[in-house]
């Protein structure tokens, strides 16, 4: 068990680029999320995949963001067009939809730098 | 929507003693689970302690446990013979009946003194 990944641990871009994250979940976890958290507050939930389908995306920020799951494998999180607001720390997660218990595990996590 | 609410933002203990973190909730719903998750500086998160709704009994695990009341909806972690490794921020989180993200407080964060 090699936890929950996620590359580039770090990530400064201009206003208005393009940004990709990816996040390998625990491989036995078929539920896969996504949060935000900005400084100074809890993480704030995104999105959620369980194996391939995208069970939850309304708590997006804005169009500007998306999430693919393809394989049920990894995920990648994207923000078009960034905007200042958008620095922040973007988590991701991972559990088992056998967990009763519903625990998640955390990755470490992408910190976004928009200058 | 569920609320989750951490009225402490800093807390200090002394090394050695023992120290409880608040947390609140609201919700209407009558499955879910409740945690504990704790963030060093820098570090990632990492599960403390969780507790089922339906279960009466409070959670505990080596030196953390919880205080869990249903009806006051309430959910407090204590940390005995708190230890410099402990410092960090502390989140409490809410989990519903359903596959849902969890909901997070805006955090405690604890100091140990030496």
Redesign the interface.
């Given at each position: 068990d090699t936890g929950v990944s996620q590359n580039p641990r770090h990530k400064i871009t201009k206003r208005g680029q393009n940004v990709t994250f990816r996040c390998d979940p625990i491989s036995e976890h078929n539920?896969l999320?996504w949060?935000r958290q900005t400084l100074?507050?809890?993480?704030?939930?995104?999105?959620?995949f369980?194996n391939e389908a995208q069970?939850?995306k309304s708590?997006l920020l804005s169009d500007r963001f998306s999430a693919e799951r393809p394989k049920g494998s990894f995920s990648t999180l994207e923000i078009q067009r960034t905007e200042q607001g958008d620095s922040a720390m973007y988590?991701c997660?991972s559990s088992s939809?056998g967990d009763a218990?519903?625990?998640?595990?955390?990755?470490?996590?992408t910190r976004l730098l928009v200058l | 929507a569920q609320t989750v609410t951490q009225s402490q933002p800093e807390m200090s203990v002394q090394e050695a003693e023992t120290v409880t973190l608040s947390c609140t909730y609201d919700t209407s719903e009558s499955d879910y689970y409740l945690f504990w998750y704790k963030q060093p500086p820098s570090r990632q998160m990492i599960l403390v302690i969780r507790q089922e709704a339906y279960k009466q009994q409070n959670a505990t695990e080596n030196r953390f446990s919880v205080n869990f009341q249903k009806a006051a909806k309430s959910f407090s972690l204590k940390i005995s013979d708190s230890q410099l490794g402990d410092a960090a921020m502390y989140f409490c989180a809410y989990s519903g009946g359903g596959a849902d993200g969890l909901t997070f407080g805006k955090g405690t964060h604890l100091i140990i003194q030496p």
């Open positions: 539920r999320y949060y100074g507050q809890g993480p704030e939930f995104l999105t959620y369980q069970l939850e708590r988590l997660a939809s218990r519903k625990t998640q595990y955390f990755g470490p996590g | -």
